[in-house]
């Protein structure tokens, strides 16, 4: 008998989770109240669809919450009352507290939570973390973290108090990245605009040990294409990555409109199967995975700062935790 997931949801980033459940050999049992759980299945060629939250826990052996951001919270409090190891996309929650609650009650339980921080799996992110750490480019100095993709046609995401907007969409990750190469965040200073359906967000993070981040994270109505870049430039030399210099795989045909917000990537190389296999191997081990509920939780943390930043016009000062 195989393990089951229990996947909750089928929009745009679900498509990057079921087809890498079923490669890595699970049965996937799939919820969505928004009636494309079919959909999705005939699309990717495996799982079966459910009609109950409840029907989907008591199949799963682990749960995959890939649903909107403000459900995120709920939805994983629920597969914790099941003790479900749990696999939950970013952001962690809505808000900062909804985090520190999740993370503490789940820590309490003795529970898996893993919070889906992709990016750590992209393989010029994972190079990169491993040129800085093997002191390639001396001490770091500077980041410089862009991320910019074509305004959502969703609503929710376009709903603010419901999505966290472009911070919690898009720079999140770079926020993430930029902690994991550049160590704790001491200081948060943030601008955003917005005009019509695009929307912008800079932040400029001080790390403790001294190095500033630069992100940049943008949404817009113009026709682009899906980018991002890096720069970490050291005390010996610079490392660089930009999305658009090198493109493993490329597809073209008919756009599938629920999963044309994801990047290019490679589904024999995909990141989304690195990390839930990284995920289910930390499981099996004990050992802890590339991104923990902590991580999870500090990337919250500093997205957090950035939003107040942003509003009040002043620099915020974070108070570290262990």
Partial sequence: MHATVGLIGAGGIANAHLPAWLDLGYDVAVYSTADDADALIGRHGGGRAVHSLDELFDAADVVDICTPTHTHYELALAALGHALPTVCEKPLTRTLDEAEDLVARFAAAGVPLFPAHVVRYFPEYVELRRAVA??????????????????????WYLDEPLSGGVLLDLMIHDI?????????????????????????????LTHLGGSISVLTATWTTAPID??????????????HGDSDERRPFRYQGKAEPEAD????????????????????????????PRVTARDGLEAMRIADAVARSAVSGLPIDLELTS
Avoid at 134 to 155: F, K, L, W, Y
Avoid at 226 to 239: H, K, N, Q, Y
């Fill in 176 to 204: 993430d990245i930029a902690r994991w190469v550049g160590g704790e965040v001491a200081r948060v200073f943030a601008r955003t605009n917005v005009v019509d359906g695009s929307q912008s967000t800079q932040a400029f």
């Fill in 226 to 239: 899906f980018r991002t870049s890096f720069e970490v430039a050291g005390s010996d030399g610079l490392l």
């Fill in 261 to 288: 917000i994801l990047p290019d990537f490679s589904p024999l190389t995909s990141p989304y199967r690195a990390e839930l296999g990284d995920f289910l191997d930390s499981i099996a081990s004990g050992l802890a």
């Fill in 134 to 155: 093997r002191g390639d480019i001396g001490r770091v100095a500077v980041q410089r973290h862009t991320r910019q993709g074509r305004s959502p046609r969703n609503g």
